[in-house]
């Protein structure tokens, strides 16, 4: 029997990266779930979406999707990677961040919206939510996907930074200190507390990039090696919390309704 999970199939893929499959996965069965509770292809808004590449594979699933990012030499390298595909005329990219949002998107009009490495670098987190729920239609769908403090503790630690890990552990930002390349991490509580704030109801909040992260590169040269460390994360993911790892994740990703 052929094995047809879509990370299996190309590494350089989001659904065969191991930094990117497990919320493909999640975000693919969101976004068919959607188009049939809609009976139509999707209108998704990518914010901070950079070059594409969930947009460019959510655009071939038939969806129409507007990638708003401030830097235009990523939208040049999405526009290349649209023209590769089968989808270039569903892509839209517009050069805007958060603030530019209402100025941009009709109020009300997206379906689903991803934030995937966006909070951590806003100035106000809770400000940048209320902006993407005014984008939102009602009963519209966020996929946010932020960095987790716990990672960084943990990371940290195993380095033997016993210092940097506390700091981290601590810190009001999640940072191990001023050299930390992260300008801001978050605990899953706080951020579903912050998306009730902000209109919205949390459906579901999983790890991601459980061991990747950790994992030296030589260990995953081969591909059966890159397989194994794939269904490790899958499976941890997936974890609803009866051994917990889920929450060890670099980052989490959070699927949330809009009220």
Not at 50 to 76: F, K, M, W, Y
Not at 194 to 201: E, S
Not at 244 to 255: D, F, K, R, T, Y
Request: some cysteine; hydrophobic content about 40%; proline content about 3%.
């Amino acid at each position: 029997m052929t094995d047809e999970r879509p990370w299996r199939r190309d590494a350089s893929s989001v659904e065969g990266n191991v930094r990117t499959a497990a919320v493909w996965a999640q975000l693919h069965e969101l976004s068919e779930s959607r188009r049939g509770e809609l009976a139509r292809p999707l209108r998704v808004l990518d914010l901070g979406g950079g070059t594409g590449g969930l947009a460019v594979a959510l655009a071939e699933q038939g969806h129409s999707v507007i990638v708003v990012d401030p830097n235009a030499d990523a939208l040049a390298s999405l526009a290349r990677r649209a023209e590769e595909s089968s989808a270039a005329d569903r892509v839209t990219a517009v050069q805007g961040d958060a603030d530019s949002l209402a100025t941009t998107i009709t109020p009300g009009s997206i379906d689903l919206l991803c934030c995937h490495g966006v909070l951590e670098y806003v100035e106000d987190p809770e400000h940048t939510l209320t902006l993407v729920a005014d984008v939102l239609a009602p009963g519209g769908n966020l996929s946010l996907v932020t960095a987790q403090r716990i990672a960084a503790v943990l990371a940290r630690t195993l380095a033997g930074r016993f210092d940097q890990a506390k700091t981290a552990l601590t810190s009001a930002d999640g940072r191990w200190g001023e050299e930390d390349p992260v300008p801001r991490r978050f605990d899953r509580g706080d951020l579903a507390e912050m998306l009730t704030r902000t209109g919205f109801t949390t459906l579901d909040a999983r790890g991601v990039r459980i061991f990747s992260d950790l994992v030296p590169h030589e260990y995953v040269d081969a591909e059966a090696d890159r397989q194994a460390l794939l269904e490790l994360e899958e499976l941890a993911a997936a974890d609803d919390g009866r051994i917990g790892l889920s929450a060890l994740g670099a980052a989490v990703h959070l699927v949330a309704r809009r009220d």
